[in-house]
C-alpha cells in the first residue's frame, strides 16, 4: 500500500513539478494542512499582490492623468474645443478593448515576469511621448498606443492571481490590486497639483511645464520601477523562489484540484468557445459593462466636475483625493467580506445601492456641500463592483486556459463600459452635468437586474448538479477528459 501510494505521489509530481524538484524532497510528497496552505498564501500576499498592485496603480495613473492635465491649461493649449477631448478619451478604449483577449493569449505563453512588467515600461514611454504633445492629431496617437499598451494589464493580472489563490481568496486580492484605481485617482489629484508647479524647464523648441509636467514625470516613474518589479516576479507558483520545493508544489496542486483542472493544459479554440458562450461570463460581462461607465466617467471627468462647481484648477485636483481614498479602503473592505462569506451577487447589489444615492445626489441638488458628498457615496458604490464581477467570472470558470480567455473577455465586454463614459459628461452639459449622472443612474440599475438574474440561475444550475441532473456528462469519459470538463464537471458548484 505505501509502494502505491509512493508511486501515485511520483506520478503526480511528474505531472505538476520538475524532476529535480522532486528528487529533492525524496520523492514523495503527501497530503498538506490549512496550516500549510496559510503560511504559502501568506508568502504570496507579501511577495505576489504587492507587485501587481504598484503595476495597476501606475496603469490607472498614466491612463486617468489626461483628465487632471485638461484643467492645468491641456485644453487651451491643443484647442481640444467642442468634443475633441471626449474623442480622445475614446480612441484609448477602442485599442484597448481590442487587444485584451490576444494579450492574455500571449501571457499564458510567455509567462506574467516579464510580459506584465513590459507592458508597464511601454505605457510609461508613451506616457512620457504625450508630454511632448504640441496638437491635437498628436494627442490622439498617443492615447491610441497608449490603449494597446495598457488594454493587457487588468484582465493579465486577474488571470494571474487566479493561478496563485483558491476561489473564496481571489476577490479580496483581485481588489487590492484593482484599488490602485481608486488611489490613482487619489496620488493623481496630489501629484497634478505638485507638478504643475514644477518650473519651466526643457529646449526652447520642447520646453516641458504644467500639464507637460504631469505626463512626463509619472511616465519616467512607471517607467523605472515596471523595470524593477521584472526581476522579482514570478512567472507561475512552481517557479516561486520564495517557496520550498514543496511548497511550490501544494501551491500549484491546491489550484489545479479546486478547479479539477492541469496547469500544463494548452490553449484551444473550444476554450475560448466555453469562454465566451457561457451564461454565467455573460451576466459578468453586461455587469462590468455598465458598472465602467460609472467607474469611467468617474475617472475621467470628477476633475471637471469639480471644476464646474465654480472652483480653482488647483482646489479641484485636491478635493478630488479625498473620495478616492475613502472609496480604496471601502473597496477592501467589501472584498474581504465578500472573501469571508463567499457570496459575490450581495456584495454588488450592496455597491449599487450605494452608486444610485451618490448619482442621485448629484442630480439632485444644486448644493456643491450635497453634490461632493454624493461622490464619495457614487465612489465607494461603483469602485469595488468591477473588481467583483471579474472575480465572480473567474471564481466560476475553470480550468487555467478558460480562466485566461474568461479574464480577458470581461475586461473587454467591462470597457466598451468606458468608451460609453467618455460621452456621459459634455461641454453643453455644463456646469451641472445632470444628463452624465442620470446615465449613471440607469447604469447602476441595469447592472443590479443583472446581478439578480445571475443569482436566480447559478442557484438554480447547483440544484441541477446536486441532484445529479449534469452527471450524463461523465459518461463514457477517460480520467483525462473529465479533467479538460472545468466548470461544467457535475461536481463542480457556482459561487453565489
Not at 442557484?459 to 441532473?469: A, L, V
Request: charged share 15%; proline share 4%; hydrophobic share 45%.
Amino acid at each position: 500500500m505505501a509502494d502505491k501510494q509512493l508511486q501515485n505521489d511520483m506520478l503526480a509530481a511528474e505531472k505538476f513539478s520538475s524532476t529535480e524538484e522532486v528528487e529533492k524532497t525524496g520523492g514523495h510528497i503527501s497530503e498538506w494542512t490549512k496550516e500549510d496552505e496559510a503560511r504559502i498564501r501568506r508568502r504570496m500576499d507579501v511577495r505576489i499582490v504587492p507587485m501587481v498592485f504598484v503595476l495597476y496603480l501606475l496603469c490607472f495613473i498614466d491612463r486617468a492623468n489626461v483628465g487632471n492635465a485638461r484643467i492645468q491649461g491641456m485644453q487651451a493649449d491643443l484647442q481640444l474645443m467642442g468634443y475633441r477631448f471626449n474623442w480622445a478619451l475614446t480612441i484609448f478604449y477602442l485599442s484597448y478593448i481590442a487587444v485584451e483577449i490576444p494579450s492574455n493569449i500571449i501571457l499564458k505563453v510567455l509567462g506574467a515576469r516579464y510580459y506584465l512588467p513590459s507592458l508597464v515600461i511601454a505605457f510609461g514611454l508613451i506616457s512620457m511621448c504625450t508630454s511632448f504633445v504640441h496638437n491635437y492629431e498628436g494627442l490622439l496617437a498617443c492615447r491610441f498606443f497608449l490603449g494597446l499598451a495598457e488594454g493587457g494589464m487588468m484582465p493579465g493580472i486577474a488571470y494571474y492571481l487566479s493561478c496563485f489563490y483558491r476561489r473564496a481568496e481571489l476577490l479580496f486580492r483581485v481588489g487590492i490590486f484593482i484599488s490602485g484605481t481608486t488611489l490613482a485617482g487619489a496620488f493623481g489629484g496630489l501629484l497634478a497639483a505638485g507638478l504643475t508647479n514644477v518650473p519651466r524647464w526643457g529646449t526652447a523648441a520642447r520646453p516641458i511645464h504644467t500639464w507637460r509636467n504631469i505626463f512626463f514625470f509619472e511616465g519616467l516613474v512607471t517607467l523605472m520601477i515596471a523595470a524593477s518589479i521584472m526581476f522579482f516576479l514570478p512567472s507561475s507558483p512552481e517557479k516561486c523562489k520564495f517557496l520550498t520545493p514543496e511548497d511550490r508544489y501544494i501551491a500549484l496542486q491546491r489550484i489545479n484540484r479546486e478547479h479539477k483542472e492541469s496547469a500544463k493544459e494548452k490553449i484551444r479554440p473550444h476554450h475560448i468557445y466555453r469562454a465566451i458562450f457561457n451564461i454565467n461570463n455573460t451576466f459578468c460581462a453586461l455587469g462590468f459593462f455598465f458598472i465602467n461607465v460609472s467607474v469611467q466617467s468617474f475617472s475621467l471627468f470628477l476633475p471637471t466636475i469639480l471644476n464646474a462647481l465654480g472652483w480653482a484648477a488647483i482646489r479641484s485636483q485636491l478635493y478630488s483625493v479625498p473620495p478616492y481614498v475613502v472609496g480604496a479602503v471601502w473597496s477592501i473592505f467589501v472584498a474581504w467580506l465578500s472573501d469571508k462569506f463567499q457570496k459575490r451577487g450581495l456584495f454588488i447589489l450592496v455597491g449599487t445601492a450605494l452608486a444610485i444615492i451618490g448619482y442621485s445626489m448629484l442630480v439632485a441638488t444644486n448644493s456643491n456641500t450635497i453634490k461632493y458628498l454624493g461622490t464619495f457615496f457614487a465612489c465607494c458604490g461603483a469602485f469595488p463592483l468591477g473588481p467583483a464581477f471579474l472575480a465572480w467570472a473567474l471564481n466560476n470558470a475553470a480550468g487555467p486556459s478558460v480562466r485566461a480567455i474568461t479574464s480577458a473577455y470581461i475586461v473587454a465586454i467591462g470597457n466598451c463600459g468606458a468608451i460609453v463614459a467618455t460621452w456621459t459628461y459634455l461641454p453643453r452639459d455644463a456646469p451641472n452635468y445632470r444628463t452624465g449622472h442620470a446615465l449613471n443612474v440607469g447604469a447602476q440599475c441595469c447592472a443590479a437586474i443583472l446581478t439578480v438574474l445571475a443569482i436566480l440561475y447559478m442557484k438554480w444550475e447547483n440544484r441541477q448538479r446536486q441532484s445529479g441532473k449534469r452527471d450524463n456528462r461523465l459518461e463514457g469519459l477517460s480520467e483525462q477528459e473529465r479533467e479538460t470538463l472545468g466548470y461544467r464537471h457535475p461536481e463542480f458548484r457556482y459561487m453565489e
